[in-house]
Structures are given as C-alpha cells and as structure tokens.
C-alpha cells in the first residue's frame, strides 16, 4: 500500500525543511500580532507552540523512512503544517494567501492529529471511522473553513490590519455565523466519536497491542478531550473564538501534541530493543546450535518462553526444530517468516507478540542464519525419521512375511510329510509281496528320510519366527531359544508383552548373537525402564560381526553399544524404546 | 484299546486311523476340532484320545485346552497330544494340570507304530508320556556347575527314561535289569539331584522334569 509512496531522498529532505520554515515563519507571525494569536499571551506559550509542530515533524520524518509507517509519517506531518496554521489567520501573516489558507484551514488540526493517531494503530480501516473521518474533514475545513471563507470580510468584522481574503465573494456575516454554529455542532460530535473509537479499541487490543499503542493513543484521547471540550465551550457562542479558556485548552492540547510525538519516540526506542536483542541472536552461535536454542534464544528476545520455531519441509508440512511433525495450531500467534516470498520459518507464539509490524522482518534479516542452520537442521532430522521409519516399516513386513512362511511351513509341507510317513508306514505293515526284504529296506530309508525332512523342516520353521514369540512374547521366546541352544545359556527376562517390532528385534538380537558367537556360555538379562526396553547378552566370546543386530535395532531408533566383558568376552547392551 | 482321533488335517486323520487299525488299535471316532473332540469323548468313552495341538479356531493351543477339560471331565479318559513344536512347557503344563493319563509326542511320532502303541498303552495305564527328543534336549544341553554332572552313565539312561514317564518296572525292562537295581539308581539321582524321594509315580516325573528344566 505504500509502495506507491515512494519518497526520493531529495523530497526527504524538503519536507522536513518545509515543516521548519513553517514553523519559524508562524513564530515570526505570533510575535507580529499576539494580540490575536493563540501563543500570543508569552514566550512559553509561543515555545510550545513551535515544540509541539517541531516534534512532529521529527515524528513524521523518522516514520516516513519506513515504508510501512509512510501514510502516517505524512499524516503526521500534515499534522504539524495544520498546528501552526491556526495562527496564520491574524494580522501578522502579511501576506493575502497564507492569511485565506489560514483561515480555512485554521481549525482542521485536531482531524488530521486524530487521523494519523488512527493510522499509527492500525484502527483507521473500520468502515464507520472512515465516514466519521471524511465527515470531520469535510466540516473543519468545509463549514468552518471554505464555506465561511466566501462570505467572510476581515475588515467588515473589525481587522482593519488583517491582509485580504482571496475567496471573499461578498460579506455575509450572518452565513458565516451559521456555517460556524454548525461546525462547532459537528465538532462535538465528531470528538465525541474519536474518543469513544480510540478507547474502546485501546480497551478491545491485546496486551501487547495496547502496550504498543497506548503510548500515542492515551494523549491523542485526553488531546480529543481538550479538543471536545473547546468545542462544547463554543457552543453557546457559534464560533471556535481565542479567549482566555481556549487559549488555556489551546495549550492543553500542544502540550498533547508534544507526548503524541514522544509516543511515536518510545515505539521507535522499543522496536529498536527488539531488534538489538534479536541482533544478538545471529551472535549467540552458541547458544542456538543446542536442539531447540533458536527457540529459546527468540522467545528470551521477544519474552514468550511458549514461542516455537516450525520450519517447512517443502511438501506443505511443518516440523519443528527436532524434525518432528507439527500441525500449526491455528489457536495460537503465527508469525510467517519470508525471505523474497519463500517462506523460511513459521513463528508459533502468544497472540499480540509480534503484531507490531516490521518485526518478522527483522527476525527473518538478523536471525536469517541461525533460521537457515535451524531449518536445515530440522529437515535433516526429518529426513533421518522418514528414513527410519520406513526401515522399520521394511523389518516389520519382513517379519510378517516370516510368520506367515513359519505357519505356511507348519501348516503345509510338515503335514504332508507326517502323511507321506504314514503312507510308507502303511507300506510297510503290508508288504507287496511275501517276504521281500529288499522292498521294506528301501521302505525303511523312505521312512528315515523323511524322519530327518520333518525334522530339518521344523529347525527352519523356528529359525524364521518362533511361534512362541508371537503367541507368548519375549520370555518364553527367549526361554525356549535358551534351552535349544548348543551352549548354556541363563536368561533373566519379565514376562510381559511389548509391541511385536520390539520384541522381535531383541529376539533375533539374542538369536543372532547365540549363533555367531564363539562363546562357550552366555548369558541374557532383559527388563524395561521406563518407555526402553533393555537387553543385555554377555557371553565369554570376541565381539564378532554385529551387523545384523545393529540393523534391526538400528531400523526400531534403539542403540547398540559393545564392551568387554569379564574373561576376554563380550557385553552387547540393546537399547529399544518401547512405548509406556 | 478305543481311541478318538483330533485331527484338522483330513489326510493325517485317515492315515492315522488306518496305521492304527492295522495294529489292531479301535479308532471309535475321528474329528476335526475339539468340539466335536468333547462330544465324541462323551459319547463313546474312549481309552485314549489322539489330539492335535494346532485345532480351529485359532490353531495355536485349543488342544491343550481341550485335554485339560476332558481331564477334568472324564478323567479316566487319557489324552495323547501330538505337536509339531518341541515345546518343553506346554507338556509341563499338561503333566502340571492332570495327573497322569496324559501325553505329549511329536506329531512325525505317529508313523513308528511302536512307540505310538507303546504310549497309548502307558497313558492307558495311567502313566505319562513325554516325547525323548523333549527329554533328549533338556538333558543333553551342556550346563555348567550342575547337579546332572554328577551322574553316571548308568542313573543318566535311567533319568532319561524317568523324565519320559516311565515306570519302574518299564525302566527295568527297557534297559535289562533288576528292578531292584533300577531303585537303587533311582535313589542315588535323587540323592545327587537334592531331590525329597516321593512313592508317587506322577509327581517324580513334575520333580525330574522341573529339574532338567531349571538347570
């Protein structure tokens, strides 16, 4: 929206220069007649006259340097050139055009003043407040401004030394009169509403809104009070006048002004702290390389301890800074962080923590390394995840397959061999032809031979998935394993069912391990701590080839770790989480 | 001798029926889940019933279950269940819950005739039957700082014996002796196994087979 305002360097300069000629040259008409002015009564008067346009006019230049604050610095501006205004429809002007532009414009600076305080906190767009404020507009310099000026003659209403009025048509005082009543009515409205709009706004903002805001909003409110209160003091007489009570008001209201632009002052201080201190972060290397730092070293700057960084994976998901997978929740703050319009990290937080405007963008520039480690970081992480999930996903099919092929084998082939046994045993009991001894011997063999099949097939079976492992768990697994195997081996393990990846893992953990090792005793002890499931195998054995251990529990996120074990052996320590 | 066959498996039900009828061996009744299993036991009151580990619905253990019941139930009806798997523990819990009249053979078993008489011959008789390749690998594996170290040659062939369930006398016979010394053998195992000697013939068998199973 300010993109179209864009201010050359050159107009940069001039316009604050303006403010300052302005300002020096309504000092110059004060002094000139102080009879009529407002700040005419003394130097104070007329020193705060010129302090308060000074300091908005400092207020408008730093605001215009931003682009986001543009249209309020120029308001703000507009505001000062309409302050010292007031004071150019009196004798001392000396020049016919600044004495017309003075008088209509003199009484439009409390709308402009409101106007900007409406832009600074963002409350300008509602559809009522614009009407109001066009309508104000349109009243201070329309009825009390342009419309009176027609028919308004300095000289007939007793300024002989006041310069001509360039729009007089004819004089008319009674027009003038009553175009001023009702300007003076609509004064009081328009205040009215202006007050009632700023407080109720300020009441309905966050915390940390309000907190932005209320440096400016409050004097803009008690400024609108003053303001109101002039209008109400004229209403019995038509006219905004400059006796004692409104030149006391008038000097009300500059002081406002002052506190106005001292407010704009303390807005700019703090966003400058919020920046210094997430300037700090791109120092505090650190701090931000531990899991989790940059979340902690931006909630530390920007007071939220709840504030999480989420990074994009690229396909429309969001994980935060360990990877892991987060739907943003649309109850808290979201802040978007953009580098050109990709986005670079999303800033979940308390509402009203980064609504002033400007500070995404300084978090994104100063903190624009330590986000891109972070968010690197995270994707790395979520990658290792993706990948470890689907090798476990690839193990558990794998084991599936095994258990389906254990009870295929069992169901199967073993029961036709006990059948095929039978049929021979059949046979045998009787003989094709008596006494043919060579025919029984073969049938014998036969019989042997499928003896030793049943056999073999059954010692297969078990080593592809133990049915006790998937009926029973763990323990029983275990226990038989131990029994079978051709070393003595103890095994210490709870009876208690842990989720089927787990215990097969640890399973064919100890299996592996009683197969390869040169050991000649071994000894197993499994038990849970907490959402970990423990496995421990000492054996009097070298360490061996672990591979296939390491890979299935590699392929669960458990850990493998190897120590030497008492008489030249091996201590092999699984760690697999398991749930709670 | 009247048996019941269990069997889900057609093929091995016919050719278990026919092998037994062959040995002059009555096969009353032969069925395919352990419903049917109870309803024939109740009413043909067999001597034996032949029961497969692996049944309907869920083939896993329904024939334990089923032979415990039919202990509880017709506890003069003995049970000779046949497995696929050499499990140690689910013949301890069979031995554990009934009191003999009970087996537990490897499934291939059922083609040597003379070990599947000779077993339902003893479970007839009230003994228990344990298959040897169970026995084999309970007390072949290799242990360290155990008590079965001790033994001789001799009280090991006589424990192996014990732990199939066999009797005195059938121990005597098998290995040609005395039963006296048989006894005496019987005796020093129990010694050198810390063992409390028991005249109950069920019980030696749990106490020998815990044995073998804990060291």
Redesign the interface.
Known sequence: MAGGLRLTRAAQLVVPLIGVLVGLATFAIVRGSPGYAMAGASTFLAALELAAGWLLLCAATVAVRRPARRLFGLAVWLASLAWFVVEWNTPGVGSAWAFTAGVVFATVYPVVVTDAVLRYADWRSGAVTSVVVGGAYLSTIGLAGLLPALFFDPAASGCQECPANLLLIRAGPQVVEQLSRAAVYAGVGWAAFFIGVLGWRLARASAARRRAAAPVVVPALVFLGAVGVDHVHSWGRGYLGTDEVDRRLWAVQGSLLILIAAGTGWSYVRRRRTRSAVAKLVVDTADISAPGGLDRSLGAALGDDSLRVLYPLGDGRWVDHAGRPVVPDDSRGMTRLTRGDVPIALLTHRRGVLDEDGVADEIAGAAGLALDNGRLQAQRRAQLADLRASRGRIVAAADAERRRLERDLHDGAQQRLVALSLAIRLAQLRPAGQGDSSASVRLDRAQMEVTAALAELRNVARGLYPRELADEGLSAALEILAEASSIPVTVDAPVERFPHPVEAAAYFAVAHRLADTAAVQAAVSLRRDGDRLRLEIEDDGPPGDLVRIEDRVGALAGTLSIEPAPGSGTRIRVELPCGS | MRVVIADD?A??RE??S??LA??GVEVVASVGDSGALLRRVALDSPDVAIVDI?MPPT???EGVAAALTIGRQYPGVGVLLLS??????YAMRLLDERSGRVGYLL??R????RVLVDALNRIAEGECVLDPSIVS??LD????DSPLQQLTDRERQVLRLMAEGRSNHNIAATLVLSPKTVERHIGNIFTKLDLAESDDYHRRVLAVLAVL?AT
């Open positions: 498996e093929l091995l050719g278990l026919r092998l062959e040995v692996k083939r896993t253990d696929h798997y050499l499990d140690s523990r499934k291939e059922v083609s040597d005739v690998r309970l594996r290799r242990r360290r199973r």
